[in-house]
């Protein structure tokens, strides 16, 4: 219950509400009322109940004051949900929107929900690359261009990197990416861009020749790291690979990890950063072997965790690894759709295969995710969801109707699918648990 000193009145386009500072606490730090409410969250006036202009639509106020005071979301018919996204972003309280529509992401329980549709192929040119943001954006390659939609799934301006094929892309928080492209890394083969405006913020120096890193490289495979670390896969014009790691504030190269010859290392097919233990791991996928490495920046060494060769481009080899930080191990995916797991704190590397999809499938672009407990592998056009300390197969996602899954990115409680045909990205949501 509010007090007389706690409640507050609003006039908004003309219709008086009132409700309490308790109530309106509830928007956090980030909403518009923080500004009219002191650092107690309480009304400045100690005489009459002040009353606030505001000059919105009263309709979708109503919708959004009912939000805080119950935790629920109920939309009526004549409210515009796109506009409700929108007036929720001016009173900065899009989150409380978010968390009551969905749920946190749990691939047991995930729905399918509306899909981006309204792209096509440029110049017969697929996209090929998704990455999900932490707020629930999404952002494909497809080719020279970048398309970025946001949590409404509208599109945003595109982003061009003129004449040049986009590598990677890598969301460094919920407002700026990083994309990797094949032109050198002196000419801006590497840029932080605005995801909502389009625009480029900097692009990431070349400036120390001693580190092995020269000007005509070209950068890759991205991930971001903790302190504002940027990691790249990165080759020289002779051929000579390594990790470069650069100040995202500064855009500095800060080292750069030459591959040591006799690993024979090329390009990074995925890189992974490890909190737990300052470490980056990087799975190396060619033609001929497959290898999982460990650049340790603490101090400075690598270490080959496993490597398997393989005669033919054909034979049932590793497609994808990930490392599982809070077992300590490692989990690969296989290109029948086999997943092993490797102990880390075991002196024997073996990897203990556990299961197959199917030995006899043609499969597609299989590939791994971990997301809060829950481990996800793709396989032509389904997801596995596997769960347990064993690991076991629990659910499924799946949509037949627009072929294999490409790609796929887990972020802002959705997991994107990018499909092979069709020119469809799946958006799968978990619904939020009743209020009882």
């Keep these: 219950m509010g007090t007389p000193k706690d409640k507050v009145k609003f006039n908004v386009g003309g219709r008086i509400f009132e409700t309490t500072a308790t109530t309106l606490a509830i928007a956090g ?6 500004a009219m409410l002191d650092e107690n969250w309480n009304v400045h006036s100690d005489s009459a109940m002040t009353e606030y202009f505001i000059d919105r639509d009263p309709d979708y106020f109503a919708v959004l004051l009912n939000l805080l005071r119950t935790g629920e979301l109920y939309i009526p018919p004549k409210i515009d949900k796109y506009l409700l996204y929108r007036e929720a972003e001016y009173y900065g309280i899009l989150d409380h929107v978010r968390l009551a529509k969905w749920g946190p992401f749990d691939g047991n329980r995930a729905q399918l929900a509306q899909p981006i549709t309204d792209w096509s192929a440029a110049n017969g040119t697929l996209a090929y690359t998704i990455r999900a943001s932490p707020s629930g954006w999404c952002c494909l390659a497809q080719g020279s261009v970048v398309r970025v939609y946001d949590w409404m799934l509208e599109e945003h301006p595109i982003i061009h990197i003129a004449h040049h094929k986009v590598r990677d892309i890598c969301w ?5 990416i990083v994309i ?3 032109k050198r890394l002196a000419n801006g083969g590497m840029r932080l861009f605005n995801a909502s405006t389009g625009g480029s913020r900097c692009k990431f120096q070349v400036t120390d020749r001693s580190s092995g890193l020269a000007p005509f490289s070209t950068a890759s495979t991205l991930d971001f790291g903790s302190d504002y670390k940027l990691f790249s896969s990165c080759e020289n014009g002779d051929e000579h690979h390594g990790i470069g790691n650069w100040d995202l504030v500064t855009g500095k190269l800060i080292n750069f990890h030459c591959s040591p010859p006799h690993l024979s290392l090329k390009k990074a097919s995925r890189l992974q950063w490890l909190p737990g233990t300052n470490c980056l791991m990087a799975f190396y996928l060619d033609c001929a072997k497959v290898d999982i490495i460990l650049f340790d920046f603490r101090d400075n060494t690598t270490v080959r965790l496993l490597t398997e060769k393989h005669d033919r481009p054909c034979d049932r080899t590793i497609q994808d690894a990930i490392v599982i930080e809070e077992s300590s191990s490692i989990c690969a995916l296989r290109w029948n759709g086999a997943l ?14 556990r299961n197959t999809e199917d030995p006899f499938a043609s499969p597609y672009f299989p590939k791994l995710a971990y997301h809060e407990g ?3 592998s793709s396989f032509n056009n389904r997801i596995s969801v596997h769960s347990g300390s064993d690991w076991l197969r629990t659910s499924q996602l799946r949509h037949s109707d627009f072929g294999a899954i490409h790609d796929y990115s887990i972020g802002g409680n959705r997991l994107f699918s990018l499909q092979s045909t069709g020119n469809i990205i799946n958006v799968w ?8």
């Excluded at 092993?340 to 295969?353: E, H, I, K, P, Y």
């Excluded at 949501?429 to 009882?436: K, S």
């Design 180 to 182: 990797s492209s094949d």
């Design 340 to 353: 092993g797991f490797m102990d880390l704190r075991s002196t024997a590397r073996g990897v203990n295969w």
């Design 374 to 376: 829950q481990l996800f």
């Design 429 to 436: 949501e978990t619904p939020r648990p009743p209020i009882i």
């Design 29 to 34: 730090e980030n909403s518009l009322f923080r």
């Design 172 to 176: 460094v928080d919920d407002k700026h």
